[in-house]
């Protein structure tokens, strides 16, 4: 009663009607329906993203290309050639850039997203738009280098005699994963970011690490035949809270015929992305308030 007192009487002062904003809870705390309000903001600040990514650069979008060749030449070297690592009947060459591609969008779109608030916080102090639409436009530029290096892998499957099948169509899904999962994170860590600025040295390791961890010059069959067999069947799911691992296995088998991977690393890696999604949203929106006084 006492509240609503308070309101009419700021509402004789300033001569107009006074609204109680309250903090929203829920679903609806999210305010999605602002982030398709504001969708040409969103597609101005992708498009920002990608035309100054290679701005003053010699090569320009060519590093598109030229970091995935460079990392397949050294991972088929120190796995296939020294680590004697078989990839079947697959060329390791191809089968290593074809996991390097999604794993490159997932961990460009992790570096990113983390840096993205810091980067433009004369926005944020200046002008109100939903915040969420910084990370997710640096995320979506990826796309780009992506599109380029995927041209190349299929000359690449071209050269190797590989055809292109109907599996091929499963692709896009694999990467709606990798999108979900890199901006669960992302959103986490960009608003992390901002709070505590050691983000921008932990990240690094935490890619490296995490690109170690994942199948990515090796096939997850080598991995549960050498490592995971001395470990209980029960247990085994812990390694596959990865997302990257169904996704990378699941790209692998759409465009070369390698064995899939099973309904439950599949359903596992689904599972772990929409988490990471979700528990970010949130997460992101609650830290949203302090964010113009943390930059």
Known sequence: MAENKEIVKISEEIGQDAVLIKPSKGWSGLNLKDLWRFRGLAYFL?????????????????????????????????????GNISTGEVPPELFAFAALLPWNLFSKALQDASKSLVSNKSMITKVYFPRMLI?????????????????????????????????????????????????????????????YRDVGYFLPFLTQIWMLITPVAFPLSEITEKYLSSIPQQFHFIYYLNPMVGVIEGIRAALLGTAPPSGEVLGISAAVSAFLLVSGLFYFRRMERTFADMV
Request: aromatic share 16%.
């Open 135 to 195: 990370p997710f436009s640096s995320i979506l530029s990826g796309l780009v280098d992506f599109a380029i290096a995927f041209v190349v892998l299929i000359g690449m499957m071209i050269y190797f005699n590989f055809p292109i099948t109907i599996t091929a169509l499963y692709i896009p899904l694999y990467l709606i994963l990798v999108l979900t999962a890199a901006l669960g994170v992302g959103l986490w860590l960009s608003a992390w970011n901002l709070h």
């Open 46 to 82: 992708t498009w920002r993203d990608i035309k100054v990514r290679y701005k003053q650069t010699v090569l320009g979008a060519g590093w598109a290309v030229i970091q995935p060749l460079m990392q397949m030449v050294v991972f088929t070297f120190l796995f296939n050639r020294i």
